[in-house]
């Protein structure tokens, strides 16, 4: 089984909706969380981070962090067709010395229809 | 500051071929991190490096594929011989490596098609 999971798998939204990205971990050692946009022919780019439980807002764009129950979500208002794209979810640990490895969810492709 | 870059965009190789794949760092990064992303498996890391040196493999990947550093400024992947599956994107990352908790910044990949 994956670490980190992702759903849905595929979601399209009006423009100007509203868009909710869900992802949730299976190992409680995972502290730091991220989400990374990947638009077509890219590489990912970091949207934002969340370490803390509760919500972080960036813009248009609102994390959450239940780290009980180790769910994060990513939500867009006012989804624009430029946020179309395939969004990860990512998650590390905490590591001092080596540094620690990103652990990527599956993605979730997101369509936002004009 | 210039971002993570990879060369060439774009690789065609023949079943049984060796391909290099390129990759400089954001400057001054001191890790470096190697990934294949295919629509199957989604993203799978390959090789990461702090300080140019070797922390992490990528287990699986260990019989055709080799990463190295040979400068805190560049890293090569080399696949050896190339099969069908292994027809992928590659993509390579960076970061600062001076803490915890720091934002990898991805390279614009490389499109692997082997025939």
């Known amino acids: 089984q994956q670490k980190v999971q992702q759903s849905p798998e595929s979601l399209s939204v009006p423009e100007g909706g509203m868009a909710s990205l869900n992802c949730t971990s299976s190992d409680r050692n995972f502290q730091y969380f991220w989400w990374y946009r990947q638009h077509s022919g890219e590489g990912p780019k970091a949207l934002m981070s969340i370490f803390s439980d509760g919500d972080k807002k960036e813009g248009r764009f609102t994390a959450h962090l239940n780290k009980a129950s180790l769910h994060v979500s990513l939500h867009i208002r006012d989804s624009q067709p430029s946020d179309s794209a395939l969004y990860f979810c990512a998650a590390s640990e905490h590591n001092n010395n080596a540094g620690a490895k990103l652990t990527f969810g599956g993605g979730t492709r997101l369509t936002v229809r004009p | 500051d210039a971002g993570v870059t990879q060369t060439p965009r774009h690789e065609v190789a023949e079943k049984g071929q060796t391909i290099i794949l390129k990759c400089e760092p954001v400057?001054?990064?001191?890790?470096l991190f190697w990934y294949r992303q295919t629509k199957i498996q989604g993203l799978e890391l390959l090789s990461y490096f702090r300080s140019k040196s070797l922390m992490e493999d990528g287990g699986a990947f260990k019989d055709r594929f080799k990463a190295e550093m040979l400068n805190s400024s560049f890293s090569t992947l080399k696949i050896q011989p190339t099969e069908p599956k292994d027809s992928a994107v590659y993509l390579c990352?960076?970061?600062?490596?001076?803490?915890?908790?720091?934002?990898?910044?991805f390279g614009s990949g490389t499109r692997l098609t082997v025939l």
């Open positions: 400057s001054g990064h001191n890790d």
């Open positions: 990352a960076s970061r600062p490596g001076q803490g915890y908790a720091e934002t990898l910044y």
